[in-house]
């Protein structure tokens, strides 16, 4: 990858979104016209299979072009004084979370009103972003995921907690269950969750 342009990226990532694109397109041409000739139960599950296959490869594809421009080091972050109780904006969606779900967003920044760390926001952002995107999808209708900012005596401690499917471990259900939230994915967001602390200087 260190060998490629940054044009040449540009265009192997375009070809390959509009490729996966074009699965999608497809998937719902097939869908409409299941809808005017019909199709059987399995038929119509194969293609919603395939729909969510192609949906999962393009989260894996933008986080492996993500986390090769870090590794490429071509742009180093902007660290500056960021207010971390500013990045309610990534639950500000908390509503259509609930409508759409039916899981709970819940804020818990211990009565601070300003915070304030070291960090690229655009990092930050991502970051917090991937955390909380993955205890959404681990989540369950009727579930919760809690954010929550504390203060020790040298940093300040941002959690992400939920109730959903937890890692998979010893236990043969517990691991379907987590492979059937994660769509068996490639398990690059936390790969790129912490290359974001690495650039900033934080921990994991």
Known sequence: AR???ADQQKRIEEVCFR???LIGHNCEYLEQHFDRTGADESTRQAVADINAAAVKLDRTLSEAMTLLEFLRG???PQLYPVDLCDLRQVAAQADMIRAQLGVEIHLDYGGWTSCCALADRSDAELLCLHLLSNALRASREGGSVNIALRRT???????FTDDGCGLPGEDAQAALENRRSFLGGAQLGLLLCQECCRRMGWSL
């Not at 005596?153 to 959690?159: D, G, I, K, Y």
């Open 153 to 159: 005596q040298t940093a300040w401690l941002l959690t």
């Open 74 to 76: 071509d742009e180093k």
């Open 3 to 5: 060998s490629l342009t």
């Open 19 to 21: 490729s996966l694109a």
